[in-house]
């Protein structure tokens, strides 16, 4: 929350700039929000040259946080301007002079500042994944075509100036600092983390700038908060890894492939040896087509020995492919069980929440306590999109409530899953897993109710 002063002393001080200003001091007023949009810009791209230089990690939220700021000042910038121009000379300048340079400039740069700050936020990292990153790059060019949009318009004294100056300085002392770690530890070993889920590397000599991990931040110095810059996920699932060390299969056989509606795999594999496996985590399993192996991420319904079994959407794309011409006896491969996605040792009433086959890890969850009482709340988009239907039937003591968003049907719930339509006890703790806009609402919805004890997986 301390993050967020920064909005109150600027905040302040504009509320009083309208409340005492008289009608021919509206220019200067939005002269103040442009200029104080640039300074929390600035601010956000000197956050990680700044971690570079101090190692003081914890800085690495500020980097976002001043990045929404600026978009928010950039809105009211532009916001001001179009009202002075359509209120005090009844045209609408910007259309009128779009080719005069101050101005096509200053609308490019608030178009870009707008997809940085629409998607500022950690769903956006989940959907988006490797595009995300691609998109954040577009800072550094928004910077200079800020800085010309000033220039243009006549406007670039001492001050504008020092701020550009101070950050051109940072990054460059910065750059600098990188280069003389990247020498002192290329002659040593230098440990990498991958992302389980969608395979990425964190390497410690490169960090990663645009997510506030300056090079040679160690692994285990990231700030919790950090995620994963492709899939979005935590540093729970990243796992050590070494170039040189590739991880040992275990080979594993196809013994039941049962299509359970047109998108739905159930898959069970018999693998060489056994694996331990706690409810609620997944398999990373190698998969073969023409291009060459690759990995896919499962979550397991069910172990049973040297028996694993999993349920699988059958998504376009090399994973579904290979899934959808897998037969009884094709050879597959295992590599380890991962995840800390898993049912807490607690008396607490237990909640599941999920969509399509985000069902899978609860399943397993529901199973390991059948003498507790427990609330299934099970979302998909209408009757043929069901699955498991018998077998949450025959799991003890569990209440299920099935919502088809697009479908009437007697017997299940209309529309989307909504917590609020529910009473549940104060004390009770949530699973899901699923649609990530589902997830995202649910989560919020709880949290706005008092409930804590969340926990949670994005499909």
Same mark, same amino acid.
């Given at each position: 929350m301390l993050r967020y002063i920064f909005v109150l002393i600027p905040g302040i001080f504009l509320f009083a700039g309208f409340y005492f200003m008289k009608a021919g001091e509206v220019n200067l007023l939005f002269r103040d929000f442009g200029m104080i949009s640039f300074v929390y810009f600035a601010l956000a791209l000197a956050v990680t040259p700044i971690i570079t230089l101090t190692d003081k990690n914890n800085?690495?939220?500020?980097?976002?946080?001043?990045?929404?700021?600026?978009?928010?000042?950039?809105?009211?910038?532009?916001?001001?301007?179009?009202?002075?121009?359509?209120?005090?000379?009844?045209?609408?300048?910007?259309?009128?002079?779009?080719?005069?340079?101050?101005?096509?400039?200053?609308? #490019? =740069? !608030?178009?870009?500042?707008?997809?940085?700050?629409?998607?500022?936020?950690?769903? &956006? %990292?989940?959907? *988006?994944?490797? @595009?995300?990153?691609?998109?954040?790059?577009?800072?550094?060019?928004?910077?200079?075509?800020?800085?010309?949009? #000033? =220039? !243009?318009?006549?406007?670039?004294?001492?001050?504008?100036?020092?701020?550009?100056? &101070? %950050?051109?300085? *940072?990054?460059? @002392?910065?750059?600098?600092?990188?280069?003389?770690?990247?020498?002192?530890?290329?002659?040593?070993?230098?440990?990498?983390?991958?992302?389980?889920?969608?395979g990425w590397i964190y390497d410690e000599k490169y960090g990663d700038p645009d997510g506030g991990i300056p090079p040679g931040t160690r692994f285990?110095?990231?700030?919790?908060?950090?995620?994963?810059?492709?899939?979005?996920?935590?540093?729970?699932?990243?796992?050590?890894?070494?170039?040189?060390?590739?991880?040992?299969?275990?080979?594993?056989?196809?013994?039941?492939?049962?299509?359970?509606?047109?998108?739905?795999?159930?898959?069970?594999l018999e693998t060489k040896e056994s694996f331990d496996v706690i409810p609620g985590q997944f398999a990373r399993i190698a998969l073969k087509d023409r291009d060459g192996v690759f990995y896919r991420s499962y979550s397991v319904v069910e172990s049973n020995g040297k028996k694993l079994t999993f349920c699988i959407k059958l998504s376009p794309g090399r994973g579904g492919n290979v899934l959808k011409h897998l037969k009884i006896g094709d050879t597959l491969a295992v590599e380890n069980i991962y995840g800390s996605f898993v049912l807490q040792n607690t008396p607490h009433p237990k909640v599941f929440i999920a969509t399509g086959t985000g069902l899978a890890p609860l399943i397993n969850m529901m199973r390991q306590i059948p003498d507790k009482d427990k609330t299934l709340l099970f979302g998909v988009q209408d009757s043929a999109s069901l699955f498991y239907t018998e077998l949450l039937k025959k799991i003890p003591q569990l209440e299920s409530h099935i919502f088809l968003s697009r479908e009437e049907i007697p017997g299940f719930r209309h529309g989307r899953i909504d917590v609020t339509t529910f009473s549940f006890p104060k004390d009770s703790e949530f699973y899901m897993c699923g649609n990530p806009a589902m997830v995202e609402k649910t989560v919020s919805d709880l949290k706005a109710q008092g409930f804590t004890k969340i926990y949670h997986e994005i499909f």
């Open positions: 800085l690495a939220p500020y980097r976002r946080t001043f990045g929404v700021l600026a978009f928010l000042f950039t809105t009211i910038h532009m916001g001001i301007y179009f009202y002075m121009e359509y209120m005090y000379q009844k045209t609408f300048f910007v259309l009128a002079h779009f080719k005069e340079l101050d101005i096509i400039s200053g609308v #490019i =740069a !608030f178009v870009i500042m707008a997809a940085l700050g629409i998607t500022s936020n950690n769903f &956006s %990292v989940r959907i *988006l994944k490797g @595009t995300w990153k691609k998109i954040q790059i577009l800072a550094y060019p928004l910077f200079l075509l800020v800085t010309l949009h #000033i =220039a !243009f318009a006549g406007r670039f004294n001492v001050f504008y100036m020092f701020v550009v100056s &101070s %950050v051109i300085l *940072l990054r460059t @002392t910065a750059y600098l600092s990188e280069k003389n770690i990247e020498t002192k530890k290329s002659s040593g070993k230098t440990t990498r983390y991958r992302c389980v889920p969608c285990e110095d990231i700030p919790d908060d950090w995620v994963c810059p492709v899939c979005g996920v935590g540093k729970n699932d990243f796992v050590p890894y070494e170039e040189q060390y590739e991880q040992e299969n275990t080979p594993a056989i196809a013994i039941v492939a049962t299509l359970l509606n047109s998108t739905t795999l159930e898959l069970t």
